[in-house]
């Protein structure tokens, strides 16, 4: 089951319970691994953490500590304020539909938290950020009629062979994903992808084998169809945001430890990953977004 998929663009965000990070009789938020727990709160007492993910952890909370001031952990309300931040920040990503927007913006005032070198500039800073976070995280977007994130694939098409006359295969990678390089191995779709002069087949391999493998092929009115997008996925949606009047792209695929997000946007004639996440729930399944790439 997909822990973002049509619930990360559906407005319905959960308030965060961020006094749970701070509770001393259980620190941790339950989202799994000692890297996550500590990225969310590198003031987490450290025999706790000994004891819950064994003695290499503590090497990591060390090594997370270091870029802040020394002393840090030891100031209660600095520490709260840090793991609020974090916490919420983290929620923010993953339940945004804005994604790209906020990811930069949660990027620079994290790099403007490190940056300080005292207290003093930690007691000033963090208050108004983690109130900026919480607020975002609780505000339900508002779509139009014309704007509700839409999955990607549409219907089957019944006779592709006529339909995408001119297609040049194998699709890069088709014969490793799908066991054959003919169009017999795979199925077509029509698309929500509404652009004008253009058209756009969703593509998976027929025999799939778990590994979720899907083509996006464009067509600008010609006879030659090329590959826009080529990527592994469960899901696919169109956001409500756009780019050169092609919309922004959410491809969710399932892994061991999460759900790991990519954003694509259109540039340069193709789409292109431009943000990357893995988001993974707590204990009160509210989502958090880690191993942030920006493109």
């Avoid at 339950?30 to 503590?58: D, K, M, T, Y």
């Avoid at 929500?192 to 998976?204: E, Q, R, W």
Wanted: charged share 25%; with cysteine; aromatic share 8%.
């Amino acid at each position: 089951m997909l822990l973002t998929g049509l619930a990360v663009m559906s407005g319905t965000y959960i308030p965060a319970a961020s006094s749970q990070i701070i509770s001393f009789a259980n620190p941790f938020t339950g989202v799994g691994s000692a890297q996550q727990e500590i990225s969310l709160n590198p003031c987490l007492p450290e025999a706790e953490v000994q004891n819950h993910f064994g003695a290499g952890a503590v090497g990591l909370l060390q090594q997370a500590r270091r870029p802040w001031p020394q002393n840090m952990c030891q100031d209660r309300t600095i520490a709260r304020n840090l793991a609020d931040w974090l916490y919420n920040s983290s929620a923010l990503l993953a339940k945004t539909d804005r994604p790209l927007v906020m990811a930069d913006i949660i990027r620079k005032r994290t790099e403007a938290l490190l940056a300080c070198r005292d207290l003093r500039c930690l007691h000033d800073k963090l208050p108004p950020m983690v109130d900026w976070a919480k607020t975002n995280l609780d505000r339900t977007p508002v779509y139009g009629i014309d704007d509700q994130p839409i999955s990607v694939e549409g219907a089957l098409l019944s006779l592709p062979k006529l339909s995408l006359r001119g297609l040049d295969l194998p699709l890069p990678g088709q014969n490793k994903f799908c066991g054959g390089g003919g169009i017999d191995d795979l199925d077509f779709f029509s698309t929500n992808l509404k652009v004008s002069g253009k058209a756009y087949v969703l593509v998976k391999c027929k025999a799939d084998n778990g590994e979720r493998k899907n083509w996006i092929l464009e067509n600008d009115g010609g006879k030659d169809w090329r590959a826009v997008v080529d990527l592994r996925a469960n899901a696919m949606q169109i956001g409500n945001l756009r780019r050169n009047n092609h919309p922004i792209i959410f491809s969710y695929l399932e892994e061991s430890r999460g759900t790991r997000v990519r954003i694509l946007s259109y540039q340069d004639n193709s789409y292109r990953e431009m943000l990357r996440y893995l988001v993974v729930e707590d204990r009160s399944k509210l989502a958090h977004a880690f191993e942030v790439e920006r493109q």
